[in-house]
């Protein structure tokens, strides 16, 4: 099952790297911004509980969908571009193992553990 899922999670990425090249956006943006959601594990300065919330918001592939969406929609490209980078990142990340977090460790995730274990 875990390599069906990291199958599924890779066809997820090549959507995401499809719907950039229909953006008016040099393919150099794509590398610069792909780990610019990490910046949401700063959230684990604060607290566990602040740090899962701020991962999970950068990490949760319905907010990328709703903001791709709502930049088509109102013709945002910008937006579009911000979804697109969310969704696929997000995806590389759980191809790598790396899941939604939960509030008790960076290290518990709805994919299960990761790292020490």
Do not use: C
């Not at 790297?17 to 150099?28: D, M």
């Not at 780990?35 to 509980?49: A, C, T």
């Amino acid at each position: 099952m875990k390599s069906t899922l990291k199958l599924e999670e890779l066809l997820m990425f090549v959507l995401g790297v499809l719907a950039f090249n229909q953006l008016n956006f040099a393919w150099w943006w794509f590398l610069v911004l792909f780990l610019v959601p990490d910046i949401s594990m700063l959230g684990y300065l604060i607290n566990p509980k602040f740090g899962a919330i701020t991962y999970n918001l950068f990490h949760h592939k319905g907010i990328a969908i709703l903001l791709y969406v709502l930049g088509v929609l109102f013709k945002m490209e910008v937006i579009e571009l911000i979804g697109v980078i969310l969704f696929s990142h997000a995806s590389f990340d759980r191809i790598l193992g790396y899941g939604l977090k939960y509030s008790t460790s960076f290290h518990d995730t709805h994919l299960g553990k990761i790292g020490n274990k």
